[in-house]
């Protein structure tokens, strides 16, 4: 409830008038000290006296980004909307600078933008100084007409973004506002004419001989109106040429842009090129090496073979005969593939007892010749 727009305000811009600070700082601001126990319950007339307690202006700060008690204010000012005649007020008050500095800060929120520099460009000529806390939490020297200016050409101030104004340029070519008038312009005024009074007495105490010697010949004047015109088409002719000199050097440096441009390209197509062809040479490189090394090692192969098969023979004979020198003439019979007497003997025994046992030695031809057809064919032999 403490924090709820008064239900007879207008709404601002489309909006409720406390929708102007952003979100995070309305929380901020909820959540604070100084709004729950200073600010709970004021009105337009009793918020003037908690105005007038002010010392200092500023958004935040500190490092959980603490409101101040001026921005505070200005927050209960959008809640409560008070009447455009007490905001005037605040700002026409010349006898507390801070009141006056809440009321135009409220009215750049609010107002519209020819009130904005209706109300708010005379107080460029107030001067008086001013208390800002930093964001760091320190205080800083400032001035009104500093203030005034940030809230006239800045976009935000006091951690509040600010909403758009138009030019006044703008606003005065629609009639809508007055050229601006400086307080220096009658100051100005008064030295003008200080200057032209002197410049008369000047003329008058004088007299005719003074001002038949001050005036020029008619050739001096000629002569001036000459060199006068000179300069002028010189002036004119230096324009000219600067603008010429101006339009060559900008197509140099677009020319020299547009080589550099052109040159960085090419550097890069011929890295790629070489970087891709480098490669391309290290796989062919490395394919030819593996097929010279596969040639030249079926052609090593190829061509040692006779000589190992040389050297294979040589080494034989040369171990066959060691070992025949090395053996016996028995063991050499039996290494050359002669066998023994006894096995001799033995295996023709054998011989003649599968003779007599498969009936081919039988002393007829005829049966002999059977049984070895017989014995051919896996038949026992006849037995006659």
Known sequence: MANRTDPSAKSIRGTNPQ???????????YQNTYWKEQ??????????????ELDHVGGTHGGNR?????ICLVMKMLQIQPDKEIVVEFIKNEDYKYVRVLGAFYLRLTGTDIDVYRYLEP?????????RKLADGHFALTHVDEVIDELLTKDYSCDIALPRIKKRLTIEAIGALEPRKSALEDDFE???EKDEDEQLMDIDGGGHEKDYYRRPSPSRERDRDRDR??????????DRDYDREYDRDYERDRRDRDRDRDRDRDRDLDRDRDRYRGRDDRDYGRDRDRRDRDRGGRRRSRSRSPSRERDRDREERRQRHARDSSTSPSRRGAAEGEKPPAAKKKKEKEKEKEKKDDGTDHPDP????????RASLGLKPLRL
């Open 190 to 192: 008064e030295e003008e």
């Open 39 to 52: 600010c709970f319950g004021l009105t337009a007339e009793t918020l003037v006296d908690k105005a007038m």
């Open 19 to 29: 929708n102007l600070v952003e979100k995070i700082l309305r929380s901020k601001i």
């Open 66 to 70: 603490k409101p101040t008690p001026f």
């Open 229 to 238: 015109d000179r300069k002028r088409d010189s002036h004119r002719h230096r």
């Open 366 to 373: 005829e049966i002999a010749e059977a049984n070895r057809i």
């Open 123 to 131: 107080l460029y000529n107030d001067y008086r100084k001013l208390r």
